[in-house]
């Protein structure tokens, strides 16, 4: 089977599996935690085999495009909701979830899926360390939004209380916060391999460092009396739209090092 008819199949099955998890969230049935985990599961096995599939056929960790690292930014997220579902049970923020997961991959099937040789700055196995954990993380921040906006929005919460919400937050920042490190500090040793130089200054290293600066001010706030609640909800949210910015905003209006990543 082919990657294009594996992806599809994960496709509509995280889409199939926006149905109960709707009914779960607003209809506040407890019946249907479990199957809608399992069919999130399914597709994401279709999406693994996917991936494998591009992998082996490109010689090389799909993540060398925009097509291919949309496509691995879908997996991560799901992947680390599955992970926040099994620890802190939050199968009722699924719906949200698989919205966004459904949006990333309508985006990426939007890009060219032609497979191409890597480009000389990119053969390096740094590659796979340093993508994966920065998406890794992302997808952690992605769910940490998720619980930031329904924090903030009145009337949304349905049985999920304000305090459920911020150590979710707290929890999925936390899990991320390492990974964005590791992936910062990996694709500065990549960097220096590459171009001979550790920082540069280049657009999205920039952007990274103003990701990370963010989710290390909200780790600290988190420590002071006087911040909590809602504050610190803008904090995450503020968060993930710099990642947003980072990944897909600076590729399109700034200039650098990574316009490869189109």
């Given at each position: 089977?082919?990657?294009?008819n594996?992806l599809?199949?994960a496709?509509?099955i995280y889409?199939?599996?926006i149905?109960?998890?709707?009914l779960?969230f607003f ?9 809608s ?11 693994t ?9 490109s010689?090389h ?5 925009m097509y ?6 879908s997996?991560?997220l799901?992947?680390?909701?599955l ?6 049970k939050?199968?009722?923020?699924g ?5 966004c997961?459904?949006?990333i ?7 060219d899926?032609t497979?191409?040789?890597l480009m ?9 360390l ?9 997808g ?18 349905q049985?999920?209380?304000l305090?459920?919400l ?12 390492p ?15 590459a171009?001979?130089r550790y ?6 290293e920039t952007?990274s460092?103003?990701?990370w ?6 780790l600290h ?5 006087a ?6 909800a ?7 739209l710099s990642?947003?910015f980072t ?16």
């Open positions: 089977m082919t990657e294009s594996l599809s199949i496709f509509f889409a199939a599996s149905v109960p998890y709707f779960l209809k506040k049935t407890t019946r249907l935690g479990r199957p985990m399992l069919m999130v599961l399914a597709g994401l096995v279709f999406h085999a996917a991936l494998a599939v591009r992998w082996k056929l010689g960790a799909p993540m060398s495009n291919e690292s949309l496509s691995f930014f997996w991560a799901v992947a680390a909701y992970i926040a579902d099994l620890f802190l939050i199968s009722r923020l719906f949200f979830v698989l919205l997961n459904i949006a991959l309508v985006y990426a099937f939007s890009h899926k497979m191409k040789p000389p700055a990119l053969q390096s196995n740094w590659l796979l340093h993508v994966s954990s920065c998406f890794l993380s992302y952690a921040f992605a769910i940490s939004f998720i619980a930031a906006a329904i924090y903030l929005f009145p009337g949304s919460k049985e999920l209380t305090e459920k911020d150590a979710v937050m707290y929890k999925a920042i936390l899990f991320g916060f990974l964005l490190t590791f992936g910062v500090a990996s694709g500065a040793i990549w960097a220096n391999e171009w001979g920082w540069s200054w280049d657009p999205k952007w460092l103003v990701t600066l963010i989710y290390a001010l909200y706030l988190r420590l002071m009396k911040w909590g609640g809602k504050k610190l803008w904090v995450a949210m503020t968060g993930f990642v947003i990944y897909i905003g600076v590729n399109y209006l700034m200039a650098g090092l990574h316009s490869y990543a189109r």
